[in-house]
């Protein structure tokens, strides 16, 4: 941890500080006393008792100073043998990195360790915030799909889905909506909740969410057990409210419907047990058919 004042001095070291810095990014402490001494006065004072402080100092002294010298030093720092090493560099690169570590961070999704593969992924979404070419964004929506639908750990699952819906590419949109209909209950949860983040900016097929949320609860109906089923129900039934309700208030669109009564229906709570939300409430003979239009307002 830096002592008071000295975050001055290393600010006036500039550029020559910048390898200290990363280290402690990388290592998640200070450098060893040796490697200080070639750089002076020292920027950093040993204290591992406060790993996370001197991680985000470091952080915010090499944005003082421009991390322009820092990125290549943890895209290296991404090749390192260690693990732990590898997973601090793409949490560092999702801090201070650019476009150019976006190569590094896909190659970095195919790790055998979780941990890397969750902050590459992180670091992903974190850099399409930014600005990122159109090629380079997208190989890395590809991989991060292919982490998403395939990957065996539900941490990197859920981060992945989160870095592609930063993301306006073609083909996202739909891969959350399938999502929908996820075996793992807290993936359902977090797409329902981007695609309603989504609904302003991304022109979605509500008719395929409802599709999607009708398969769900057809593939519980084979269990043949009424708890099963009556719970599928009510989930999918507060998904699509939510996510019907976003597009509907959402300002550059007008949701159209075959059966507006009907919409209307399917966006209300179920007034009692025996109407289990927007499965139970469908009674018209005329099947649902949303579309999105733009709107004047």
């Known amino acids: ?121 992180e670091a992903l979404g974190c850099l399409f915030i930014s600005h990122i070419d159109d090629c380079d964004r997208v190989a890395a929506v590809s991989a991060l799909v292919q982490i998403f639908e395939n990957d065996g750990d539900r941490r990197v699952r859920m981060q992945a889905a989160r870095a592609v819906s930063n993301t306006t590419c073609a083909g996202v949109t739909c891969t959350l909506i399938r999502a929908l209909d996820d075996a793992d209950p807290n993936i359902r949860i977090l797409v329902s ?43 999918a039934s507060e998904h699509y409210i939510k996510i019907a309700e976003a597009f509907r208030k959402s300002k550059n669109r007008v949701l159209i419907c075959a059966d507006g009564e009907m919409l209307e229906a399917r966006l209300k709570p179920p007034k009692s047990r025996r109407d289990s939300g927007m499965f139970r409430i469908q009674t018209s003979n005329r099947p649902l058919a949303p579309r999105l239009v733009r709107g004047a307002g």
């Open 1 to 121: 941890m830096l002592e008071k004042g000295q975050d001055k001095k290393v600010i006036e070291l500039g550029e020559k500080a910048i390898p200290a810095l990363v280290w402690i990014i990388l290592h998640g402490k200070d450098q060893p006393r040796e490697r200080i001494k070639r750089v002076e006065p020292a920027p950093v004072k040993s204290d591992q008792k406060i790993k996370h402080n001197a991680t985000l100092e470091a952080v915010i002294l090499i944005m003082e100073i421009g991390p322009s010298p820092a990125i290549p030093l943890l895209i290296q720092g991404l090749k390192n043998a260690s693990p732990s090493v590898r997973a601090r560099a793409a949490r560092g690169l999702a801090l201070v990195g650019d476009a150019s570590a976006v190569p590094a961070l896909v190659h970095a999704l195919a790790s055998e360790h979780p941990t890397v593969r969750m902050n590459a992924a």
């Open 193 to 235: 909740n981007l695609l309603v983040k989504q609904v302003s900016s991304i022109e979605s097929d509500l008719s395929l969410v409802q599709k999607t949320l009708e398969g769900f609860v057809n593939g519980r109906r084979k269990a043949g057990d009424p708890a099963i089923i009556k719970e599928a129900e009510k989930e």
